[in-house]
């Protein structure tokens, strides 16, 4: 059994990629598959002199362990402005600096989605470019489009059958990856 670590890049309280995540998390089977919010985390805004000054915050250093015991990821991504968010990069710029290569030998089920037809296309690139250089192993990617037009809040699902399929095959290409077949 694999220890896969789950979050959104966004600092929203209504998330739809933390909406994305949670129901991709619940698809699992025969994993563990914990969900977190990176807000519970808090991290300040980055700066050389904080580092300098202050050292690393301990809640950068426990979402640090958070990532180091998780066999893999799934992370959603959202999208600012064709990027990704301030809010997520903040994240990233304090793990990096800890420690370089914090995602080594991770793999990676990377996601985004949006409330239009690019499904945020330009964060899901980013990331894609981005992760690996801390080490990261991307061994999927998914760009969920029209979020509102194609997930249930009220059943919790994925209401197109065709974003269905190919979700479904994604996370089961992924859970093959990781070791075993994982996927209800």
């Not at 793999?107 to 499904?119: A, D, E, I, N, P």
């Not at 992760?131 to 194609?150: C, D, T």
Request: with cysteine; proline share 2%; hydrophobic share 40%.
């Amino acid at each position: 059994m694999k220890k896969i670590l789950v979050f959104a890049g966004s600092n929203s309280t209504t998330s739809i990629n933390h909406k994305l995540v949670r129901y991709a998390a619940s698809q699992i089977n025969g994993h563990t598959a914990e969900v977190i919010k990176l807000t519970d985390y808090g991290l300040p805004f980055f700066s050389v002199d904080m580092e300098r000054e202050e050292g690393f915050p301990e809640n950068l250093k426990a979402l640090n362990i958070k990532i180091q015991e998780a066999d893999a990821l799934i992370v959603s991504v959202n999208e600012h402005n064709g990027s990704i968010s301030a809010f997520f990069k903040n994240t990233l710029d304090w793990l990096s600096r800890l420690d370089r290569k914090f995602l080594l030998e991770k793999k990676v089920l990377l996601m985004s989605t949006s409330t239009g037809k690019r499904g945020g296309a330009g964060a899901l690139e980013y990331m894609n470019y981005i992760l690996p250089k801390y080490g990261a192993n991307i061994v999927e990617s998914f760009s969920f489009p029209s979020f509102a037009l194609n997930f249930s809040e009220d059943s919790q699902t994925i209401s197109n059958q065709v974003l269905l399929l190919g979700f479904t095959d994604v996370l089961q290409n992924f859970a093959h990856q990781i070791g075993q077949e994982c996927v209800q």
